[in-house]
């Protein structure tokens, strides 16, 4: 099956510096991927739409100047938490949808990230 | 705008007793449903889907689903839980002609021995 990872699972930063996830198909090739937070045991809140090759689509109330999603290739985006703050501490998850008309999507492993 | 409501926080139930986690849902057109099952600190995996076809959908690990138009509900079932099912399940919707998906708020199941 399809198979979705992320790096790193786990990233420990001091406030005010910058964190970079990184999200990957392995197996198939993605044109767009997805972003979300995770809250502890809460629901995920969908962050952004990665386009690969264009900017990437932000939902409502996420600042794109501090979540820097960039696609650069079909395979791999990325999320870059700049001048991160102990608020910015939470659990992310990419996921990729499988072309082919069923919508389904895989999703990596999470990272959780913390900021001192 | 879609939506998923899953009405409980939380579930609990005897070990080989049946398990119901239910899921209703809000969307323009014909929904594609998914449940996905996440345990602590790990990612989502999926445990199955409805996109068309028989209205009683199988998974993984013996969950089942059923899809109900009129009641615009996806339920989740288990005929006899394990320990091991102990999780938090989220219910999923997307439009048939967007990948975007909308997550219901998580219910945790507890399985006690």
């Known amino acids: 099956g399809a198979v979705v990872s992320q790096h790193p699972s786990r990233v420990i930063c001091k406030s005010g510096t910058s964190v970079k996830i990184e999200c990957r198909s392995l197996?198939?090739?993605?044109?767009?991927m997805f972003w979300y937070r995770q809250f502890p045991k809460k629901s995920l809140m969908l962050m952004a739409t990665?386009?690969?090759?264009?900017?990437?689509?932000?939902e409502q109330g996420v600042e794109k100047d501090k979540f820097l999603i960039n696609h650069a290739s079909l395979t791999l985006s990325t999320l870059t938490v700049t001048s991160a703050h102990p608020e910015d501490s939470s659990f992310y998850i990419c996921?990729?949808?499988?072309?082919?008309?069923?919508?389904?999507?895989?999703f990596g492993p999470g990272t959780r990230l913390t900021v001192l | 705008a879609q939506s998923v409501a899953q009405p409980e926080d939380q579930v609990n139930v005897a070990e080989g007793n049946p398990l119901t986690v239910k899921c209703t849902y809000s969307?323009?057109?014909?929904?594609?449903l998914f449940w996905y099952v996440q345990y602590p600190n790990r990612g989502l995996q999926f445990l199955l889907k409805?996109?068309?076809?028989?209205?009683l959908v199988k998974g993984s690990y013996g969950f089942e689903a059923e899809f109900n138009k009129s009641q615009t509900s996806f339920h989740l079932k288990k005929p006899s839980a394990l320990v091991s099912d102990s999780a938090l399940y989220f219910c999923?919707?997307?439009?048939?002609?967007?990948?975007?998906?909308?997550f219901g708020a998580g219910t945790t199941v507890t399985v006690r021995a």
């Open positions: 996921s990729a949808p499988l072309a082919g008309g069923s919508n389904e999507q895989f």
């Open positions: 969307v323009s057109g014909n929904p594609y």
């Open positions: 409805y996109i068309t076809g028989d209205n």
């Open positions: 197996d198939f090739q993605a044109t767009t």
């Open positions: 990665s386009n690969e090759g264009s900017k990437a689509t932000y």
């Open positions: 999923a919707v997307s439009p048939s002609n967007d990948y975007k998906l909308s």
